[in-house]
């Protein structure tokens, strides 16, 4: 192909039909100056991932985000309403991640887009002095000129819904850098010495607040509903704190920790004063029994000593669960690399990143995902 050659491709394409893609091709689609649009969806289906967010409910946004009132409007404008509870997490009004998904693929298929399903990406490259400034190679070695590029992706959380990782590999082949990932938003594991002295207390849950220490210092802290397994510890506030466990850690070191208060609220003192005037009751009334008995147990049955294990009961952990448990990835291309207005890149023109391939990482409550539709809404206007 050379500039005289016509020019059989798209004017723009978007690889990742999950959230932050659809998102940009419905906006796309919708200017009036937008031209031949392909989405390319690895998985046989587009929003395959949605359907698992928010335990089949899909958080959508939360309150506090960033853009929201603009994700909501979008979503408005394809028959999306929202319901806000607790924390200020947004949901869909029919309470359903289905009819999030299905909302979001018919408003694409209303504008007439062309799709490709099931088919991988394998290759990306740069064509300097073409027309076509992009070249995709497909997994049956089928290949096709964009113009306009829009990596999204995603990240590498959840290989079960085809998130592999794709993306990073064309970023950097692009020449853009990768800021090191990992899973986040994910279970965090004991050390092998803890899993033993732990797990009398597989399946207890908690309301409590916890610490994530590095070598002693504090690192984080969240408050909420914890999980006790065989493995390690589960829950909302363990997935927030390991968006902060250290990348040293795959290399077994530092000593890192999580101190749980498991009654928040309450004083030491005040505990401690309740077991001795109920002569011996412990702390039964106030916690599950399965870890009253190991708080009695530790603290030898001293009442100042088990109400100090119960405002700061540590446990030494080793690292995260993997991929396939993560809800998010904690790493990417960093926002210095791109326009942070337009979601282009800074370093080759007509180049475009949204969604979880992008480094920032959230806490749970809708933001994540609202970060995919803000930044697929911004890509999309600027392709």
């Not at 949605?50 to 946004?61: D, E, F, Q, V």
């Not at 603009?70 to 949901?91: D, N, P």
């Not at 088919?119 to 992009?134: M, P, S």
């Not at 690399?337 to 890149?345: C, L």
Request: aromatic fraction near 8%.
């Amino acid at each position: 192909m050379n500039n005289d050659e016509v020019f059989l491709g798209y004017d723009a394409l978007i690889i990742g039909g999950g959230a932050a893609g659809l998102a940009a091709a419905i906006t796309y689609l919708r200017r009036k100056d937008h031209g031949s649009l392909l989405l390319i969806e690895a998985n046989d289906v587009c929003g395959k991932k949605l359907l698992a967010t928010g335990n089949g409910r899909c958080n959508i946004s939360n309150l506090s985000a960033d853009d929201y009132q603009k994700t909501k409007e979008f979503f408005e404008s394809i028959g999306v309403l929202f319901r806000v509870e607790a924390g200020g997490r947004v949901f869909p009004m029919s309470g359903q991640a289905a009819s999030v998904r299905d909302a979001l693929v018919y408003a694409l298929g209303r504008k007439q887009a062309e799709t490709r399903l099931g088919v991988r990406v394998l290759n990306v490259e740069k064509c300097d002095g073409l027309e076509g400034k992009f070249k995709l190679v497909f997994d049956n070695d089928s290949y096709i000129y964009a113009r306009r590029l829009l990596i999204a992706t995603g990240g590498k959380a959840g290989p079960q819904y085809g998130c592999y990782g794709d993306g990073f590999n064309f970023a950097r082949k692009l020449g853009h850098s990768v800021e090191s990932i990992r899973p986040a938003l994910v279970p965090i594991i004991y050390t092998d010495e803890e899993r033993g002295r732990m797990a009398c207390l597989s399946g207890v849950r908690v309301k409590s607040r916890a610490e994530l220490l590095v070598n002693g210092k504090r690192v984080a802290a969240s408050e909420g509903e914890l999980q006790f397994t065989d493995y390690g510890l589960s829950g909302i506030i363990i997935f927030d704190l390991s968006t902060m466990m250290p990348k040293s850690m795959i290399e077994g070191k530092p000593h890192t920790e999580i101190a749980i208060d498991l009654v928040p609220g309450e004083t030491e003192e005040g505990l401690a004063r309740l077991m001795s005037d109920n002569e011996g009751f412990w702390l039964e009334g106030v916690v599950e029994k399965k870890l009253s008995a190991i708080l009695v147990r530790e603290g030898k049955s001293e009442a100042s000593a088990i109400a100090a294990l119960a405002k700061r009961f540590v446990v030494t952990v080793s690292g995260t669960k993997g991929w396939k448990e993560a809800q998010a990835t904690h790493g990417g291309v960093p926002v210095s690399e791109i326009d942070e207005k337009t979601g282009e890149s800074l370093f080759l023109p007509g180049l475009f990143f949204a969604g979880e391939i992008l480094a920032p990482v959230y806490i749970c409550g809708g933001f994540n995902l609202n970060h995919a539709w803000a930044t697929g809404l911004r890509a999309g206007g600027y392709l």
